[in-house]
Structure formats: structure tokens, C-alpha cells
């Protein structure tokens, strides 16, 4: 029966160039009434009446209708095909869309949409087994230092018990950005805008980071006087992460630079997070802001998100992607500039009314 099944599938659609289904049964309706009076002609010159040629027509008629009718209906069906494979979790199925009318729009919409399902599957399973690891390995490691601990291999001096105070505050910030990422998903994150001192804000932001990098140097230049509406919180989840994934890519001692300026419109926000690391190579510029983006091993990127290296305290490749949803709320866009050193992510955010 497939093979059957493939080989009327596969038979030619000759109503596909028309772009309207009503002139498609336009068609249908003229060509078998045409072949009907046709065979009921050609029957009385060799003898035949109306009553025996016109049962013949009428079975003839209806073979041009099935050949004819095929072309129109098989999006449809393969349309119920596909959605009960996609209801069964394959999402691999698509629709031979050829025609040019509005089955085939459809057909076209639904491939779109096959397609767009798999690219959600897909990331689904990405971020499960993403989330999975990442959630393992601090949690193996704070278990490994208190059974040491416990089973007295191990002394329970200041610097092991900060090592699983370490562990312990990784694992906090990776259950509060699933969080945050859980609300963005959600659309339960309203702003809650409110009037701010740039240059107060960005200090406190800066005293912050450089409280948990105590190797690094922040730097800040913010123009005088200048202040934004923005939520207040949203917006320190977007520098917070920046500096940090500064702070950590940044060669030691080097400085990390918080620049804000007025935007283009007024009442506008630009702020750029500079550092001399490594920086972030085009091509992965595209995915940075994405959830657990890793990039090529030896890259910025792969840097990231910890696990490609193998460091137990790399980063969750979640902080660009909370940057850049903090963003989106507010309107605004980030993304990565050119630079001949280093790396430089530029944050703009239009002007917002107060409530």
C-alpha cells in the first residue's frame, strides 16, 4: 500500500499554476461536464444512444475528477498526516506545497510552522540536558567537599567551607536566572519604571561586581547629570551580567569599562560594557545572547558557558540571555561591536513616558 500510496502522490498536479481554489472548481465543474457531453457525442455516429454512452461519461467524468480533484485535496491530507506524526512527537514531516493558490498558502504556513515546532523541540531538549549539567556539577561538587568534610578526609577549615559557600552561591545564581528566564517565557515581568540617577545607578552596579571579582578593575564614565526612565531592577540584571561575563573573559588587572550617554532621542540611554579579553569572533556574535550558547572550544563563547573548558566556575551561558530579554522589555536592542581589542556590548534603550 506505500508504494501505491507514494505513486498517487506522486502524480502531476496540472491545477497547481491556478492561484484561486474557486477557479480550480470552476475547472473541475467545466471539464467533466465538457468530457461527459464529448463521450455522449462521439457515441452517436457509431450508433450508441444517450442512455448507453451517458453511464460510460459519467464514469469517465469521475476518473478526471479524481485525477484532477487529487492535486487539490493531497495538501490536506498530508497536512493530517503530518500533524497526527507532530502529535506523535515527529516533527519531521512537511507538506508538498505546489500549488499557488490558498491550499498551498496554507500548505506553505504549515511547513513554517513544522518547522518552527521542530526548532522548539530542539531547544526544549538542548536546555533540559543543559540545565541538567549545569545544575550536576556544582551540586557534585559541594556534595564531594562535605562528604570530605564529614568523613574527616578533609578538615573543615575557612578555605574549604568558602569553596562550598562558592558552590553553593553558583548553584543560588543559576536557579535565580532559570527563574528570571522562567518569568520571561511566562510574560509575567512588567517594568515597573521609574526615574534614574545614571551615574548613582551605574556606581552601585559597579560596587557590586566588584565586591564578587575582587581581581578585577571597573571603570565608569557617565555623562554629567544624566538620567533615564528604566526599571531599575531590569536594568541592573543587564549591567550586572555584562560586568560579570567582562570581569571573567578580562585578563587580570585590566580595566572594565562602563560608559553611558545619552541616546539619539531624547530622554534616550546608551551604555557600553568594554573589556580586553579575548573578545567575541563575529561569526558567534549572532548567538551569543542565546540560552546556553557555546561556541567553538578556545572561544570567548565556549568561555562562557564553563562547561566546554571544563572549569567548575565558568558561567552558565545564561547571564547574555538575561541581558538581552531585560533589554527587550524595555524596548531597546544590545549587541556586540566592533572592536580592534577586546570586547564591547553596547546596550541602547529608547526614551520611556514615567507613569
Not at 162 to 185: F, I, K, N, Y
Request: proline fraction near 7%; include cysteine.
Amino acid at each position: 500500500m506505500s508504494v501505491i500510496h507514494r505513486l498517487w502522490a506522486s502524480l502531476p498536479r496540472p491545477l497547481d499554476p491556478l492561484r484561486s481554489i474557486k477557479v480550480k472548481f470552476g475547472v473541475v465543474v467545466v471539464v467533466t461536464a465538457c468530457v461527459a457531453v464529448l463521450i455522449v457525442l462521439w457515441g452517436y455516429p457509431l450508433g450508441f444512444r444517450a442512455r448507453q454512452t451517458m453511464p460510460v461519461g459519467v464514469l469517465i467524468s469521475l476518473v478526471v475528477i479524481q485525477l484532477l480533484a487529487h492535486g487539490m485535496t493531497a495538501p490536506l491530507r498530508e497536512m493530517t498526516a503530518a500533524a497526527r506524526a507532530m502529535a506523535r512527537g515527529d516533527y519531521s514531516r512537511r507538506v508538498r506545497a505546489t500549488s499557488r493558490d490558498e491550499v498551498g498558502e496554507l500548505a506553505h504556513a504549515f511547513n513554517r510552522m513544522a518547522a518552527d515546532l521542530a526548532e522548539v523541540d530542539r531547544q526544549r531538549r538542548e536546555f533540559v540536558a543543559n540545565v541538567s549539567h549545569e545544575l550536576r556539577t556544582p551540586i557534585s561538587a559541594l556534595r564531594a567537599v562535605l562528604e570530605n568534610v564529614a568523613d574527616g578526609v578533609t578538615p573543615a577549615t575557612p578555605e574549604v567551607l568558602d569553596s562550598a559557600l562558592d558552590q553553593t552561591e553558583r548553584l543560588g545564581r543559576l536557579v535565580t536566572q532559570l527563574l528570571d528566564l522562567s518569568r520571561a517565557d511566562a510574560g509575567a515581568a512588567p517594568l515597573d519604571l521609574c526615574r534614574l540617577d545614571v551615574a548613582a545607578f551605574v556606581a552601585d552596579v559597579t560596587a557590586e561586581a566588584a565586591a564578587s571579582h575582587p581581581g578585577a578593575r571597573f571603570v565608569s564614565d557617565v555623562a554629567p547629570g544624566l538620567h533615564a526612565a528604566a526599571d531599575r531592577d531590569r536594568l541592573h540584571q543587564v549591567i550586572a551580567n555584562l560586568l560579570d561575563n567582562a570581569a571573567r573573559h578580562g585578563p587580570p588587572g585590566t580595566p572594565v569599562t562602563v560608559t553611558a550617554r545619552p541616546g539619539a532621542a531624547p530622554g534616550g540611554l546608551v551604555l557600553e560594557v568594554a573589556d580586553e579579553g579575548p573578545g567575541i569572533p563575529p561569526a558567534e556574535r549572532a548567538r551569543v545572547f542565546e540560552r546556553f550558547s557555546r561556541g567553538a572550544p578556545g572561544t570567548r563563547v565556549a568561555a562562557a558557558v564553563g562547561t566546554s573548558q571544563g572549569t567548575p566556575g565558568g558561567g552558565t551561558g545564561l547571564g547574555l540571555a538575561i541581558a538581552r530579554w531585560a533589554t527587550d522589555l524595555h524596548g531597546g536592542d544590545i549587541t556586540v561591536l566592533d572592536t580592534p581589542k577586546g570586547c564591547r556590548i553596547r546596550v541602547r534603550l529608547p526614551a520611556a513616558p514615567l507613569p
